[in-house]
Nanobody
Framework: QGQLVESGGGLVQAGNSLRLSCAVS????????MGWFRQAPGKGREFVAG????????NYADSVKGRFTIARDNGKNTLYLQMNSLKPEDTAVYFC????????????????????WGQGTQVTVSS
């Protein structure tokens, strides 16, 4: 069974940066589209960014566009989320997710489309 483990969360001041990582095991990662989602206190889980199997197609939520960058290294079985210019409203638990989609190019923002999930990593941005 596939296992996803996030790391890199923490407490930072507004305007600073963090890079999240998601280590994938038990899956042939190049057959999977990947995504980052987040859940703030008292809110539902929302799409942040997605990337197709090759890394050639990406998509972002409007709230993070221009500040966050999603990337993947299939050789290292790892997904990344570079977060710059962080804002207090970015405070949330961040989850990585995988969706079986070999050779696909579409990026889905519906969490129900993703079959594998990590346990999440907390990101807290202070003002």
């Amino acid at each position: 069974q596939g296992q996803l483990v996030e790391s890199g969360g923490g407490l930072v001041q507004a305007g600073n940066s963090l890079r999240l990582s998601c280590a994938v095991s038990g899956l042939t990662v190049r057959q999977y589209a990947m995504g980052w989602f987040r859940q703030a206190p008292g809110k539902g889980r929302e799409f942040v960014a997605g990337i197709n199997w090759s890394g050639m197609s990406t998509n972002y939520a409007d709230s993070v566009k221009g500040r966050f960058t999603i990337a993947r290294d299939n050789g290292k079985n790892t997904l990344y989320l570079q977060m710059n210019s962080l804002k207090p409203e970015d405070t949330a638990v961040y989850f990585c997710a995988a969706r079986f989609d070999p050779f696909g190019s579409s990026i889905l923002n519906d969490q129900k489309s993703y079959a594998y999930w990590g346990q999440g990593t907390q990101v807290t941005v202070s003002s």
